[in-house]
């Protein structure tokens, strides 16, 4: 059966139900919470994850039904059809039925969701409407009083929840309880002729969109149905007292409506699912070139969760294309730098200039570029910003924020070298660029006792690892500056390398391995920050620095991955593939295929943890993050 991973205030959000013969079934959404109806479900025979697509295998009494869920999460920079498919807020449910044992059969489909995906708070009071453009029906959902950004959970409460489809004689729609839709749907009855009047609160009956097809006699040639699912926020960001606008609305002439409507004609389906499957096919042939089918198979999950996480609009101030990225289910951030980090390896294999629209208000911040948006928030610190905010709205005071020090200024520095062969934004912030470097020079080859991006861990003093990157970041800044002709300048970060990775060679070792903290011989960690050198071409590091910690990680290796360090049993598996992407190609695949195994084997069920027990398998915290573009480290090193 089709589970949709939804939070729990969601839990009766999507309901899909099948008639064969007379008899009804479900093919989505647990029987605990699917109100109206009394079934069994239909049998899940195989469910398999593409980067855009998640492909469900179900069959029933002789039936086969087939669910497709795909989001054209495709494109980047202006690479787009004239119909901008990409940037529309839209998912689409494709629903394909055969007979598979020979004979007729008598069909029908059934599909609702509720008000939930539009309201902060179920008792919330929400309207519904209609509207009709020639053969397409959309349905649409939303909260009464629509207060943009009035929220106090990063839950949105304003904008539409719009289901819509192709009208034919098969067709029945109407927006009415969840009890009275479903249960006339499962007895064989007609819906209600009229649609129940607005409004009510979103859980009082619980009013649905609902559509049915009857597919009368269905042999063993496929018949195919589908919905499209949009989200129309009208305002998606709040960017220091001014609402920006989705991007997709740019494109849209004015005409939101016809815009979704269009977004549902069945030539523009089939490009769309076209498009979909070349691109899963180009991106599984890449993972699979270069790291196997377990490695494949982690990536595709990793490709929808970043995606996802990230939300884009149009800067009306600057003419410019935004992005922002959402701290999932670890304090509900926007932009948090330390979770953009280890995110961008698979921006960086296949979405370049997203992770420069990633980039850009963060830059505008540290830069005191606020005051045109309304609110003159001047950023003071020396280093670099950890947040923007709370997700959506941006107003993140630069000491109310939790501070990274050397993590998020080195991060900085590294993404946008990182950029640098497809743009050259850097030049626009020589003087906040040379002001963190100066800061690293400042507090490096040993970090003062502060917050890595490991803040679970507490403060660490003279952090290995996050020397490490603070001079591979050094390294990068140098560079930039000679590239850009800044020869002096350059040499002002560069002449102290050496003497900086003597100090952390020396220092640092413990024989056979090189240790968490200068200070505490006999202590180890993933030095997870040195696959940057590689990532960046750098020879900041000796080779022989790679060859000692990969070999000591393989005698730490456990059932599910080499935990962070001695301290606990707990590793991260954005870390975890940073660490196998430096090693050579035996241990990447080791360490690859103990991740997949907790993947594969975790009893936790849900999104994609980052963070768990390398010896139980158990999540420790955290789900459905970006940073398991992480994942993907080893595309950017091919």
């Known amino acids: 059966?089709?589970?949709?991973?939804?939070?729990?205030?969601?839990?009766?959000?999507?309901?899909?139900?099948?008639?064969?013969?007379?008899?009804?079934?479900?093919?989505?959404?647990?029987?605990s919470v699917v109100r109206g109806v009394t079934t069994n479900s239909v049998t899940q025979t195989n469910v398999t994850v593409f980067p855009t697509r998640t492909v469900y295998r179900l069959h029933q009494d002789g039936v086969q039904l087939i669910v497709t869920f795909f989001?054209?999460?495709?494109?980047?920079?202006?690479?787009?059809?004239?119909?901008?498919?990409?940037?529309?807020?839209?998912?689409?449910?494709?629903l394909d039925v055969k007979s598979i044992d020979g004979k007729e059969h008598n069909v029908q489909l059934y599909y609702d969701n509720s008000g939930e995906p539009a309201v902060m708070n179920v008792s919330e009071n929400i309207q519904w409407s209609r509207s009709r453009a020639g053969d397409v029906t959309m349905l649409s959902i939303g909260t009464v009083e629509q207060k943009y950004f009035g929220q106090t959970s990063?839950?949105?409460?304003?904008?539409?929840?719009?289901?819509?489809?192709?009208?034919?004689k098969s067709t029945s729609s109407v927006i009415t309880s969840d009890v009275t839709a479903r249960s006339h749907f499962s007895l064989g009855k007609p819906f209600p002729s009229t649609d129940d009047h607005p409004p009510r609160p979103?859980?009082?009956?619980?009013?649905?969109?609902?559509?049915?097809?009857?597919?009368?006699?269905?042999?063993?040639?496929?018949?195919?149905?589908f919905v499209s699912i949009v989200y129309d926020q009208v305002y998606?960001?709040?960017?220091?007292?001014?609402?920006?606008?989705?991007?997709?609305?740019?494109?849209?002439?004015?005409?939101?409506?016809?815009?979704?409507?269009?977004?549902?004609?069945?030539?523009?389906?089939?490009?769309?699912?076209?498009?979909?499957?070349?691109?899963?096919?180009?991106?599984?042939?890449d993972f699979e070139s270069v790291g196997g089918g377990n490695f494949s198979t982690l990536a595709s999950l990793a490709w929808r969760q970043v995606i996802s996480s990230t939300d884009y609009v149009y800067n009306d101030k600057t003419k410019e294309r935004w992005g922002f990225l959402k701290e999932i289910s670890s304090g509900g951030f926007i932009s948090t730098v330390d979770v953009l980090f280890p995110a961008a390896p698979l921006l960086l294999y296949k979405l370049p200039m997203t992770l420069l629209t990633l980039l850009q208000p963060i830059l505008a911040y540290a830069n005191n570029e606020t005051l045109i948006y309304g609110d003159n928030v001047p950023y003071n610190l020396p280093w670099a910003p950890h947040t923007l905010g709370h997700w959506p709205?941006?107003?993140?005071?630069?000491?109310?924020?939790?501070?990274?020090?050397?993590?998020?200024?080195?991060?900085?520095?590294?993404?946008?070298?990182?950029?640098?062969?497809?743009?050259?934004?850097?030049?626009?912030?020589?003087?906040?660029l040379r002001g963190w470097g100066d800061y690293l020079l400042d507090n490096l080859p040993d970090p003062p006792s502060q917050l890595c991006t490991d803040d679970f861990e507490g403060p660490s003093p003279h952090n290995v690892n996050l020397a490490a990157k603070g001079i591979i970041a050094i390294a990068a800044l140098a560079r930039l500056l000679a590239e850009d002709g800044q020869k002096e300048a350059a040499k002002k970060y560069s002449?102290?390398?050496?003497?900086?990775?003597?100090?952390?060679?020396?220092?640092?070792?413990?024989?056979?391995?090189?240790?968490?903290?200068?200070d505490l011989p006999s202590t180890w960690s993933i030095k997870y920050n040195l696959m940057l050198q590689k990532a960046l071409n750098l020879d900041v590091f000796p080779p022989s620095v790679f060859d000692t910690e990969c070999a000591f990680y393989q005698e730490k290796m456990t059932s599910y991955g080499v935990p962070l360090d001695e301290r606990h049993d707990y590793t991260k598996a954005d870390w975890l593939m940073f660490t196998a992407a430096m090693c050579n190609d035996e241990q990447f695949v080791s360490i690859t295929n103990r991740l997949y195994r907790f993947?594969?084997?975790?009893?936790?069920?849900?999104?994609?943890?980052?963070?768990?027990?390398?010896?139980?398998?158990?999540?420790?915290n955290f789900q459905a993050r970006a940073v398991v573009g992480g994942l993907l480290s080893k595309m950017i090193l091919k």
């Open 393 to 432: 709205v941006c107003d993140m005071q630069p000491n109310g924020q939790e501070q990274m020090p050397m993590e998020t200024t080195a991060d900085m520095l590294i993404l946008l070298a990182q950029m640098a062969p497809f743009s050259n934004i850097y030049t626009k912030y020589w003087p906040l």
């Open 154 to 168: 990063d839950r949105i409460n304003w904008g539409h929840w719009y289901l819509s489809f192709l009208e034919d």
């Open 236 to 285: 998606s960001i709040r960017y220091f007292g001014h609402n920006m606008a989705p991007l997709w609305r740019n494109f849209s002439s004015g005409n939101v409506t016809a815009v979704l409507m269009a977004s549902v004609k069945l030539e523009v389906i089939q490009n769309i699912s076209e498009l979909c499957v070349q691109f899963d096919q180009s991106l599984l042939k």
């Open 1 to 31: 059966m089709v589970y949709l991973l939804l939070p729990v205030v969601c839990a009766v959000l999507i309901t899909g139900l099948i008639r064969v013969d007379g008899k009804t079934y479900r093919y989505m959404g647990p029987a």
């Open 599 to 620: 993947a594969t084997e975790t009893t936790d069920r849900v999104p994609l943890t980052d963070w768990y027990d390398a010896l139980t398998g158990k999540r420790q």
């Open 71 to 94: 989001t054209p999460a495709i494109y980047d920079d202006e690479d787009i059809p004239d119909l901008v498919s990409a940037l529309w807020p839209s998912s689409y449910m494709t």
């Open 202 to 225: 979103c859980n009082d009956n619980w009013p649905v969109l609902a559509v049915s097809w009857d597919l009368g006699s269905v042999g063993s040639q496929a018949v195919r149905k």
């Open 495 to 518: 002449s102290r390398l050496s003497d900086f990775t003597l100090f952390w060679l020396n220092k640092a070792s413990g024989g056979n391995h090189y240790d968490r903290q200068y």
